[in-house]
């Protein structure tokens, strides 16, 4: 079992930056595909990032391509996910979640068998 912890959420206003940690507990952390997701007030989770055990593909929501960057560093347990060009519509509390099954590119929530508590990412206009 792997514990997930988010860190690097907050306020930010539209167009700026902010960088989200995951940080993974665990011995097996390069086994994990890993991914981001977000949820915003009264709406589902969706899909955000996800990039494969070895981080050599990284897949994205076409509402964040090229604004947003997952990567991950094996050797710190740790994934992040680089957001930039912040919208107001970006708002929402980010979630870090592991596949234990290693499967690249998964986009839905289900598939994830680790979460994180979230953190709060706040963009104002």
């Known amino acids: 079992q792997v514990q997930l912890v988010e860190s690097g959420g907050g306020l930010v206003q539209a167009g700026g930056s902010l960088r989200l940690s995951c940080a993974a507990s665990g011995r097996t952390f390069s086994s994990y595909a890993m991914g981001w997701f977000r949820q915003a007030p009264g709406k589902e989770r969706e899909f955000v990032a996800a990039i494969r055990r070895s981080g050599g593909s990284t897949y994205y929501a076409d509402s964040v391509k090229g604004r947003f960057t997952i990567s991950r560093d094996n050797a710190k347990n740790t994934v992040y996910l680089q957001m930039n060009s912040l919208k107001p519509e970006d708002t929402a509390v980010y979630y870090c979640?592991?596949?234990?099954?290693?499967?690249?590119?998964?986009?839905?929530?289900?598939?994830?068998?680790?979460w994180g508590q979230g953190t709060q990412v706040t963009v104002s206009s």
């Open positions: 979640a592991a596949d234990r099954l290693g499967r690249v590119g998964v986009r839905e929530a289900l598939e994830y068998d680790y």
